[in-house]
Structures are given as C-alpha cells and as structure tokens.
C-alpha cells in the first residue's frame, strides 16, 4: 500500500531534537518500509530540508509549532498526493480535513495522549473522528481506557500497542561497549564509587523530579554514597529557566548529595547517561499517557521506580523490575521504594537484569513494527470485505433467481440514507467549528448559535425531500425488477436481456444517489456561507472591497483552497497606501479586521 504517516507540528522527524513520538515513528520506519511504500509528513526545521528519501523513505516537511498553520500544511499536501492509507499521530483534530480532501484513504489513528478529552477536542467533532478512522492504536491500555469511557462505541477499533526501544542502543553500564562510557561520565562528573539515581524528563511540574530531590535528605541518612543525576530542561532543546526549574535548583543545592543537571541532552547520546547510572526513578504526578523512559530504562538494565499514573504502571511487574509509588504527591513514598531496593542490593542486579530481559522479549521496534502492520492489513481487509459485499448487491447472477424469487435487491435506499446523514453530519460539523472559531464577540455567539440551528433544519427539511423522492423510484426499480424476473421464469427474455434491463435500473438508482449526495454537500457549503455572512457584518471601503471568494471548509466539490481568502484590488491598495503616507509618514497603517475572521492578502 501506498501510506502517508503524518507526525505532530511540535518536533521535526527524523528525532533530532527528541520526542516520544518522534522516536515510536523513527524506530518501526526500518521494519514497516519492507513491506509499504512509505512517506512520512512532518514540521519544518533548519537542520532538515523540505523533501528527501532516505533508504526508500520519503520525508516531506511543511511549517509548523502551531497547529492551525501546520494543519493548512498538511491539507495542501494530502489534496495533491493520493494514498491508500494516512497514519495520523495523535491529533484526532486533522482527521476531519484530512477525510474532506481524501474521501477514499483509510485513516488509522495513533493516540499517545488524552487527546480525546472535551476541553482538546469538541465532542460533536470526536464522535465524526470516530466514525471515520478505521483503528485507533494507543500506546497504553490507560490512553485507550479514556477513550472507551468517553466514547464507548469506538471500543470495537481500539488496540493497545506497547512501544519499543533500540536495545542494541540502549545497553547495560556493565555492557562491554559501556563499560569505558559509563567510567568516563562517572569520573568527569564526580560519581565515581557513587550509587547513582537517575531522573530523565522535563523539568515541568506534572514530571515531579522535586518530589525525588525532597526524599533525599531522608535517603542520605540511611544511604552514605548517594548521587543523582537531573537530565532534561523546559522542553526538550529549550533551556530557558522558569520558575519550575529554578525552585529545582534551589532545592538541589540544599542537599547533602552530588547532584549533577545535564540540560539537554541530544537523543543520540542519552543511552550514555543511563549507562552510567545504577537506578532510574520516574516521579510524573500526572496520568502520564507511559513514558518511554520506562522502556530506555529496561534495555539499560536499571531497576525501575515509577508512580500509579496512566499507563506507566503497565510495564512495571512488582518486585520483578520495579516498583510503583502510590502516593506521588509525597516524597516519603519515593524514599521508602528507592530505600526497599537500595537495601537488597541482590534484588537491585535482579530487577536490573529482569528488566533488560522484557526489553529484549517484548519490547523491541520489530515487534512494534509487527503489531502495526497487523492492524494496516486488518483496515486494508475489512475496506476489501466492504467492497466485496458492495460487488455482491450489483452483481446480476442466475442464482438470483429463485422460486421464491429474487434473493438479491437493487440499491438499498435505507442503509444509504444512513450513511448520507453520517457524512452530512460530519461535513456540517466541521464547518461549524471552523466558522465558531472565527468569532470572539458574545453576541455574535449567540447569534451563531440560532443560525446552526434553523440551517439544521432546513437542511433536514431538504434531505428528506431528496430521499423520499429516492425511496419512490427504488420501489419503482423493486417493481421492475420482479416484473424482469417473472418475464425471464416465463421465457419471455433472455438472460442476457434481463441483466441488461436489470443493471440499467441498479445504475439509474446509483447515479440518482450520487446526484442526492452532491447536491446536499452543496446545500451544506450554501447554508456556512449563509451563515457566515448573516453573523458577520459587511464592511466596505471607499478604495478597497474585499470579496469573499471561498470559505475555508473544505468540501468534496473543486474547492481549491482550505482558508477564507479574500482578493484584494491591487491597484486601489496601491493608491490608499500613497494616500496614506502623504498623509502621514509616521503613521503605521492598521490592521483591517473582518469580524474576526483571519484574512489571507493574496499579493502577486
């Protein structure tokens, strides 16, 4: 198959500044590339160009950081390229104006956060979402619990995926490729006969590592060769310094143990640190989707202390290769587990060990890769079961006829009726939520808010219309039909004549339906220009008027472009901008606002 994987608009990929998802996508690309022709569609940055292949990769990269501006990226790209499948990852919010531009792609959706959650996603755009997408993989049975409470219907497409590490990476301090790294960090960085803690993660408050720096004093009592390791900054690359980070530092130099901040280290050195340390303790208080550090850590060969939070309890068999912290609000809780391992130092080598043997078993990219690749062939299937039964209601066969008459029927006006309004739904929705967006006064909510409702309507009004008109002339191709088989039962006609006459009445129906279709999206894209121009108030002046010539809903019609784009009179610009500056020259000119509605100069 043809499939376009695409990545969020926060980091570039390949993982060059770091990146969960960066990472999961980067580690199965080997495996999954055998198999499909693969491109792989992401944000721009300066250390990467725009396209390249690399060992049958195709990357392309549009701009990104902020959502909206990547989403229009993305859209311009899928409406000019056809694929057989897009993988999006984690933004349930592309799904919708991706499915307007590829109305025929399969769409499987890789949550590895929360993102389904009402204050991230509208809930009336969610339940589109997930009508559409064929699965939904998630990296954790946490990230898919949340789902399935929210929306139980989508449970059927649900599938948790666990993800990966490169364990020939990521090895053991006592590893002999190790051995000479670990020695050198220890002695470059004072850790030398040192026990080691090691917290890597954002120095953010929902990663809690000042919940690990308060438990120390209590550790150091009791343990007289401690160190810990702080590897992170704000944000991946970024070191800035806020608040979070200086309070950390404040209590880090109160304490009675080395403690070594690395900042930032480049994802292609950070197994080095791992190597050197002797146990890895994750403190995230908040439901942490399951951090990858826990996979890095076991490949690594470290024993595991982790909190009751999301997932990440998922990969931790108790007193195996870990431990979790119930209580992570309390720093007593993180001393009592790292306390009961740093006590046993025979269970500290067997959870170390335990933990590199379930790395090497059950959690490597080739498995990832599999499980992956299995759900591809399943969406792949069960398009071609549809199409298969779809073949099978057009199809004219002798054994149609029977005794007891025809088993097949023409075009099953009630299931597509269904389908229809699904679609509409869906179309309407997504239009909704772009106009909503562009306002920001309260009354013009509120007056929003009445015209969704009477547009509803009336577009409700006029599909039944359409269908009953439909419903008719399927009873009428029900009759034909029967009258066809009885004539061909009598010998009247021929087989050959009746299948002709058969399947002109079948296509009469079908063509009749795709016009219906047609014509309510139509319908759709008149009532959100309605709409728009009732809310927003018209403004004209004497030297330039701005014409709206497209809304940025796209529809399965020739619209070309996804944003509201308003052509401007060149020349009458030219003239208000000499105007104005022999007005004034000191003078900026303003910026012109359209009810809050973004606008888009096009300037040849």
């Known amino acids: 198959m043809k499939i376009l994987m695409i990545c969020t608009e926060k980091l570039p990929i390949p993982p060059v500044l770091g990146g969960a998802i960066q990472t999961y996508i980067a580690g199965i690309l080997p495996h999954i590339s055998k198999f499909h022709d693969i491109t792989v569609l992401g944000i721009s940055d300066s250390s990467l160009p725009e396209q390249e292949t690399i060992n049958g990769i195709h990357y392309v990269r549009v701009p990104g950081k902020i959502f909206e501006i990547y989403r229009e990226g993305v859209v311009r790209y899928v409406e000019s390229n056809q694929f057989d499948l897009i993988h999006i990852f984690n933004r349930p919010r592309l799904v919708m104006p991706i499915r307007n531009v590829a109305p025929k792609a399969k769409i499987t959706l890789s949550m590895h956060n929360d993102m389904f959650n009402p204050e991230k996603i509208d809930p009336e755009e969610a339940k589109a979402v997930l009508g559409e997408v064929s699965n939904i993989v998630t990296v954790s049975n946490y990230v898919g619990n949340v789902i399935r409470d929210l929306y139980p219907e989508a449970s059927p497409k649900i599938r ?202 059950r959690y490597q990219w080739d498995r990832v890769a599999s499980e992956l690749l299995e759900v591809w062939e399943r969406s792949k299937a069960v398009e071609q079961e549809k199409t298969d039964e779809e073949h099978v209601v057009e199809a004219v066969t002798v054994e149609s006829v029977t005794e007891e008459g025809t088993k097949e029927q023409v075009l099953d006006v009630s299931a597509e009726m269904a389908s229809i309004r699904k679609q509409l739904e869906a179309n309407f929705v997504q239009n909704v939520l772009v106009l909503q967006a562009k306002l920001e006064k309260a009354e013009e909510k509120e007056e929003f808010a009445k015209h969704i409702a009477k547009a509803k309507e009336k577009l409700e009004k006029k599909m039944k219309k359409k269908l009953a008109k439909l419903e008719e002339k399927e009873l009428e191709g029900k009759k034909k039909i029967a009258e066809l088989e009885a004539t061909l039962a009598s010998g009247e006609i021929g087989q050959e004549e009746y299948e002709k006459e058969r399947t002109a009445i079948q296509t009469q129906l079908v063509e009749m339906l795709a016009k219906i279709v047609e014509e309510a999206h139509e319908q759709v894209d008149k009532a959100s220009k309605e709409i728009l121009e009732k809310v927003t108030p018209k403004r004209e002046s004497e030297h330039k008027k701005q014409v709206i010539e497209q809304s940025n809903i796209v529809y399965e019609d020739n619209v070309e472009q996804s944003n509201v784009v308003y052509e401007d009179n060149e020349d009458a610009n030219v003239r208000k901008k000499q105007r104005d500056k022999k007005k004034s020259g000191t003078r900026k000119q303003k910026k012109q606002k359209n009810a809050n509605i973004w606008v888009i100069s096009s300037k040849k």
């Open 160 to 361: 948790t995926i666990y993800s990966g590490v490169d364990t020939e990476r990521f090895l053991p301090g006592n590893h002999p490729k190790m051995q000479k790294i670990r020695n050198e960090i220890r002695r470059a960085n004072g850790l030398e006969n040192k026990t080691v803690i090691l917290f890597a993660g954002r120095l953010s408050r929902n990663k809690g590592v000042d919940k690990l720096i308060r438990a120390l004093p209590e550790l150091s009592k009791k343990f007289k060769d401690l160190a810990l390791v702080i590897v992170g900054s704000k944000w991946f690359s970024q070191e800035a310094v806020t608040d979070y980070i200086a309070y950390v530092r404040a209590l880090a130099k109160k304490l009675p143990v080395p403690v070594v901040t690395t900042g930032f280290v480049s994802p292609d050195e950070i197994q080095n640190w791992f190597a050197a340390a002797d146990l890895f303790v994750c403190t995230s208080q908040w439901q942490e989707p399951l951090a990858r550090v826990h996979y890095e850590t076991m490949a690594a060969g470290l024993p595991i202390v982790t909190t009751a939070r999301g997932g990440n309890p998922e990969v931790i068999l108790i007193n195996e290769n870990g431990l979790v912290v119930e209580n992570p609000e309390d720093p007593s809780c993180f001393a009592e587990k790292i306390s009961q391992i740093l006590s046993d130092k025979s269970l500290m080598r067997r959870m170390g060990e335990k933990g590199r043997e379930l790395a090497v078993s």
